[in-house]
């Protein structure tokens, strides 16, 4: 009995590790593999380097997707999505927006 007295607080330590820390991290492992499953062509994403394109292609064999970045297309891993800023078909280039200054006249 005292065996297991003495045990308590190492055993309240993992639970608290496994909610505090695993479980979470579990939790958003799965978020990003189900947003990297569900990527389609047409999709507006951002890869982590900061890359802003629309997914022309994506290869599931390969595990590829390519990007069209203002008419020029790169070909990314999956896992180089970071995230998908809209869904959908209707994204396009000017939703993205461009370098361009804004050149109104003021006066």
Do not use: W
Request: hydrophobic letters at 45%.
């Amino acid at each position: 009995m005292e065996f297991l007295i003495s045990l308590m607080p190492f055993l309240l330590i993992v639970v608290l590790m496994y909610f505090m820390m695993i479980r979470p991290q579990q939790k958003q492992a799965k978020k990003t593999q189900d947003m990297l499953n569900s990527l389609q062509k047409g999709n507006s994403v951002v890869t982590i380097g900061g890359l802003h394109g629309i997914i022309d292609e994506v290869n599931a064999e390969a595990n590829t997707v390519v990007l069209d970045c203002e008419g020029i297309y790169l070909t990314f891993e999956r896992r180089a999505i970071a995230r998908v800023v809209q869904k959908g078909t209707s994204a396009s280039a000017a939703d993205l927006g461009t370098n361009e200054s804004d050149t109104t006249d003021q006066q």
